[in-house]
């Protein structure tokens, strides 16, 4: 089974940002099963996702439409994983019939979730690292046309988007987080400093009298 280039998927910098974002095993969140609700309503495709790659594994962020007990489980190995290729090439995957494709016509996926037809986008960060793809998925061959690409283009934008602006809050909490450790700590020095002027000008006096 042909697997994506390890030096891209294992990269150590990528899977820093992909734990960075506190994206891995994460609940799911409103703003992304909306936008895989919408992919699969405007593409007309039974499944959606927004599927992370981790070393050894897909997470997925969002999911519409998955069997169980991938739904529950909310991952898969990478053997079952074509979005995995998508953050391999960086570049969108347009598969109209898995099973005669040569690049995943083995993967596990075929036959335990039933991927025939797949569009895969990807999902980079600005500096350009692969986080995963937002992908929709036919249980039967499908022709995707280009305005369906365009869509899905469009419609990852979004998806990382969403991701920007979760990575920025993070970072904002991170801040107030060390300036409230800060502020602690100043207090907490501050009401030492009492105590021992407090303990001097007591023991001045002692002297004196």
């Not at 391999?88 to 494709?101: C, F, K, N």
Request: proline fraction near 7%.
């Amino acid at each position: 089974m042909p697997y994506a280039a390890p030096q891209i998927i294992q990269n150590p910098d990528r899977l820093q940002i992909l734990r960075d974002l506190l994206l891995l095993d994460s609940p799911e969140e409103e703003p992304f099963d909306r936008l895989t609700a919408l992919a699969s309503k405007i593409v007309g495709a039974p499944v959606s996702l927004v599927s992370l790659i981790d070393a050894d594994r897909q997470f997925f962020k969002s999911a519409l439409g998955l069997p169980e007990p991938w739904a529950s489980d909310r991952e898969t190995p990478l053997s079952h994983s074509f979005c995995q290729h998508v953050v391999a090439t960086g570049q969108p995957l347009v598969i109209t019939d898995a099973r005669e494709h040569p690049l995943v016509y083995d993967n596990l996926a075929i036959p335990d979730l039933n991927v025939i037809g797949y569009l895969g986008i990807p999902l980079e960060t600005s500096d350009g690292y692969g986080l995963g793809s937002f992908c929709v998925i036919d249980g039967k061959p499908r022709e995707w046309t280009t305005e369906e690409v365009e869509i899905m283009r469009d419609l990852a934008q979004l998806v990382m988007t969403e991701i920007e602006l979760r990575s920025e809050l993070i970072a904002r909490k991170q801040v107030e987080e060390k300036l409230r450790t800060a502020l602690a700590d100043a207090e907490n020095a501050r009401r030492q400093l009492y105590r021992i002027t407090v303990f001097a000008e007591s023991t001045i006096r002692h002297t004196i009298t």
